[in-house]
């Protein structure tokens, strides 16, 4: 009998097999036979462990937030996404749409393993099992984007029928993945073993599937919520099993979660990890997010104070945190500390600041005063003013004292100290953005703050490119879930019971006073401001809106099932401050890439097309999406 070889790089293209089905049959095998492949569990398992690939659509980094207001970016990250928030992309954009070699893998495995005879029937449960969750993972990512699935529960042969037909609407792809998942939960293990799914991390995913499921009920039409949809009783019945039953708990140094510290902190529920064996800075998010600054730059722009050594990071960076993202995190009011608030709506801030100040003038890159604030000729002055004679406080007490805790771990701005450097982000700083601007050296933030969450301190000897470094990737954690939890709540119109829930994060992780919001609109505004900085870079925001506008009402701000969702449609804002840190201002504008041309069409921007391409070779794969 002719020998079968597994094919560690399978088919990408359904359409190809279809035009040639002896595809299958033509070199390069895999080395090692298929019956040695399946012959034991041990075996199965590096098959198994080669698959989980497909969770990395679900790493932690930059991801989506691009295309959100949390980001002000430049470059290449800029360009990518400017197509999708200036609406330009056409319906030959592929978000992903064709993941059936993944899915070729998982069904391999699922077959392959309950034939095998080598393998024992309970190890043959849990295996199926992984196969099953791996499976409905890349199917996910698919549905999230696009909305329709070719789905495909078999390994396909040359005899098969390849033109398969796509899903005919979003609920149908949401209802084979949540099956799958139920089916992963049931025979999946309880033990935790660091980058492999168990029990508890498929009911984790499935918390977020259920919410993403609702939202796209009856698209393109507008969607229903009922308080019992047997959808919601999904979500707050897994995240309960993993809350009650999986042994995790929330993380009280938040920073660590992100770095060398505590790769494996209790919170972290599926996490993408990497060794320094074969990872450097390059393919990490560490990359794109650090500056490449030295003291040659920083003496050019008159700013201090220098670094301790030439060069501490030589990185490409090409996405920072916006003010938006910034205006997110709150201040505990020093008038009233049972109230969490924007930093400028505080009591202190009141208090301290006269706004409507003039006090900007041209840019100079020498000599420039340290009470006063650069104007950029192409960018619009939102709000600008100065401290107070005879205040004690200055533009850094009021961002920084009393704020959510997760500011200074997940953000850097002005003074922040880090990897062994002051890091002054003011006018003539060692950091912000002017270093760049108006005849200024490449390389420094274009917001006057860098991400910190995601960054390993212990790189070495500096930020470079090829300096090598573990790293991992944050998927899925405990906090996740319980906001998952406490968004079924709300969609239930459980006031009391979301706020109990979404509090816990806020309070462990942000060391802020609990919400009070003691009625539907106000727990959903808090809800949604709790959400955007606990899952900061954790590739979530984006997908959370489009839930949320497609939810509709309080969710989104007032406005229909549907409707256009507001925070896509925002400018980017950024905020300099003077050297004295006692003037300020908050401006608009480009920023040298368009970067507030952003167009929101509800009409189709809630899902990506199918590539037309696609259609055009298999008609089954039709209709196009709405409105591409």
């Known amino acids: 009998m002719k020998n079968k070889y597994i094919h560690i790089c399978a088919l990408s293209s359904l359409v190809l097999m279809a035009s040639c089905k002896d595809v299958l049959d033509v070199e390069p095998y895999d080395r090692i036979s298929e019956e040695i492949i399946w012959s034991s569990k041990a075996n199965a398992e590096t098959f198994i462990f080669g698959s989980y690939g497909i969770m990395e659509r679900y790493n932690s980094g930059p991801g989506q937030d691009v295309y959100t207001s949390n980001t002000l970016a430049n470059d290449g990250t800029a360009s990518n996404a400017f197509q999708i928030f200036r609406e330009i992309i056409s319906n030959t954009y592929n978000a992903g749409f064709d993941n059936w070699a993944q899915v070729r893998r998982c069904n391999m495995i699922i077959q392959k393993v309950a034939e095998s005879a080598g393998i024992s029937d309970e190890d043959k449960k849990a295996l199926i099992a992984e196969g099953k969750f791996l499976r409905a993972m890349s199917y996910y990512d698919v549905a999230r984007k696009i909305g329709r699935i070719v789905w495909i529960d078999k390994v396909l042969t040359e005899k098969d029928e390849l033109l398969l037909p796509t899903t005919a609407s979003p609920s149908e792809s949401y209802n084979y993945i949540i099956k799958d998942l139920e089916e992963a939960i049931q025979d999946l293990p309880k033990t935790k073993i660091a980058g492999r799914t168990n029990k508890y991390t498929a009911a984790a995913f499935l918390t977020e ?99 301790n050594k030439p060069v501490p990071f030589e990185c490409w960076p090409e996405h920072f945190p916006a003010q938006n993202l910034a205006d997110a995190y709150l201040t505990i009011d020093k008038a009233d500390p049972t109230k969490a608030l924007p930093w400028n709506e505080t009591s202190q801030y009141k208090a301290a600041v006269n706004e409507g100040v003039n006090v900007m003038i041209p840019h100079s890159r020498n000599g420039f005063p340290f009470d006063k604030v650069p104007k950029a000729p192409d960018e619009n002055v939102l709000v600008q003013g100065k401290i107070k004679a005879g205040s004690s406080e200055t533009l850094w007490t009021l961002n920084n004292e009393n704020r959510d805790a997760r500011w200074q771990a997940s953000i850097l701005s002005d003074s922040s100290s880090f990897y062994g450097q002051i890091m002054t982000m003011t006018m003539r700083g060692n950091s912000g953005r002017w270093i760049s601007i108006n005849g200024g050296d490449w390389g420094a933030t274009s917001s006057n703050m860098y991400w910190r969450k995601g960054m390993y301190t212990n790189v070495s000897p500096s930020f470079l490119n090829t300096v090598t470094t573990d790293y991992h990737y944050v998927s899925m954690r405990l906090g996740r879930v319980i906001l998952n939890l406490a968004e079924a709540y709300l969609l239930k119109n459980d006031v009391v019971n979301a706020t109990l829930n979404f509090n816990k994060t806020r309070v462990i992780h942000g060391q802020l006073p609990a919400s009070t919001a003691g009625n539907i609109k106000d727990a959903w505004k808090d809800y949604k401001i709790e959400r955007r900085v606990d899952l900061v870079g954790e590739n979530d925001y984006y997908y959370s809106l489009l839930r949320w506008g497609r939810f509709g009402a309080n969710a989104n701000n007032g406005n229909p099932s549907g409707g256009t969702i507001q925070e896509l449609t925002e400018p980017i804002r950024v905020m300099d401050i003077s050297k004295d840190r006692k003037s300020f201002a908050i401006v608009t504008g480009p920023f040298n890439n368009a970067y507030n041309q952003r167009i929101f069409k509800p009409e189709r921007r809630y899902l990506f097309p199918i590539p037309q391409s696609f259609i055009d070779n298999n008609p089954n794969f039709a209709p196009q999406n709405p409105n591409w």
């Open 209 to 307: 599937v259920c919410l993403q499921a609702l939202a796209y009920k009856n698209y393109p039409n507008a969607v229903t919520v009922s308080v019992n949809d047997p959808l919601l009783e999904k979500v707050i019945k897994n995240a309960n099993l993993v809350i009650n039953e999986g042994g995790y708990a929330l993380e009280t140094d938040y920073e660590s979660m992100f770095n060398q510290n505590k790769s494996t902190s209790p919170e972290i529920i599926f996490a993408v990890y990497k060794k320094a064996i074969n990872t450097i800075i390059q393919s990490t998010p560490m990359q794109l997010s650090m500056p490449n600054i030295s003291i040659d730059k920083i003496k050019k722009f008159e700013g201090s104070p220098l670094f």
